[in-house]
């Protein structure tokens, strides 16, 4: 069931209610509607409050979409995706949609953004500089949240490459390739955030000239995680390399090994194929002879633990 939170700052101070009271933000310096789990009939009543284009309703009330910025003249409408989640746990890719207009921003997302909450909690403060100022919070506080993230990438990485070298295992695949996934699928919301970043700030009816230069320090921000993605994307490639170098590297070993015992077993082959056939005239030791089998033994012994020797020294095996 969808829930409607709306914010509205007066002269007399900060009303906060529930769907209600829509009909009475008209008379705010500032308001701040927050849909969360939209439907139809939630999103029908704030768009007919705010006049909302039917095509970006439309795009709020089918999940998931891809990032994007859409200018309606009055206002604009925006999708911005937020990467939460650990290794491990997987990454969730949460959506927020915004609506900024001059005097009003409304929020919705299906899932809980833990920066609503946050912005929720010093809502007045932020109203009180414009519903701009809103807005900036809450992309500013998605994108902190990234770094978090790319840190924890970056010591599994770490770990990883440093248990490869020891002796690489099929696990460290696994969690190799989850990690390179979640770097690709933050890679994918991070490149068009920075457009859509660019495209905000141009609306100077609706950003502040002050708001401007904080809009910017989230796009620099962007810039950092961006590079940062791309850095650990070449250390997971670099990580792969290294555990395929130390599975190739384990097969040579093993193929060594079973190199050095099939040589040892070449000669005791000849010597038992040789005493295994049916002619006997003129071989020694003679077959009669009691002391002929363990002679023979010991000497395919003999031969066996020579040429493993010479093959230690040799440091063949």
């Keep these: 069931m969808a829930q409607v939170t709306v914010r509205a700052l007066y002269e007399e101070g900060l009303l906060v209610g529930g769907e209600e009271m829509l009909d009475q ?36 009330l089918h999940y998931p979409q891809r990032p994007k910025l859409e200018s309606y003249g009055d206002s604009v409408f925006l999708i911005w995706i937020v990467p ?3 290794i491990g746990d997987g990454l ?3 959506e927020l949609d915004a609506f900024l207009g001059q005097r009003w921003l409304v929020t919705v997302h299906r899932e809980p953004v833990d920066a609503a909450d946050r912005v929720a909690s010093e809502a007045e403060a932020h109203l009180s500089r414009g519903v701009d100022w809103v807005l900036h919070a809450l992309l500013d506080l998605t994108v902190d949240k990234v770094f978090p993230i790319l840190d924890e990438v970056s010591d599994r990485l770490e770990a990883l490459e440093d248990r490869m070298l020891e002796r690489a295992e099929r696990t460290d695949l696994g969690d190799l390739l989850e990690a390179k996934r979640m770097l690709v699928r933050i890679h994918k919301a991070i490149v068009p955030e920075r457009d859509i970043l660019r495209e905000l700030v141009r609306e100077e009816q609706l950003v502040s ?6 809009f910017q320090d989230v796009g620099d921000h962007l810039a950092r995680v961006e590079d940062g993605v791309e850095t650990y994307r070449d ?18 070993e093993i193929m060594k090994q079973l190199t050095v015992v099939a040589t040892i077993f070449m000669p005791l082959t000849l010597i038992s194929g040789i005493y295994g056939m049916n002619v006997l005239a003129g071989m020694w030791p003679p077959s009669e002879a009691v002391w002929s089998f363990p002679l023979i033994i010991a000497g395919m012994l003999l031969i066996a633990l020579g040429m493993g020797l010479y093959f230690r020294r040799k440091n063949w095996w």
């Design 209 to 214: 000239q002050e708001a401007y230069r904080y």
């Design 235 to 252: 250390v997971a490639s670099g990580a792969m390399d290294v555990y395929l170098s130390a599975v190739s590297n384990r097969m040579n």
């Design 84 to 86: 939460e989640g650990r």
């Design 92 to 94: 969730d890719m949460n």
């Design 25 to 60: 933000v008209g008379g705010a310096k500032a308001a701040w509607v927050d849909v969360f789990e939209p439907d139809e009939a939630s999103m029908e009543s704030v768009a007919r409050e705010f006049r909302l284009h039917p095509l970006a309703v439309e795009d709020c």
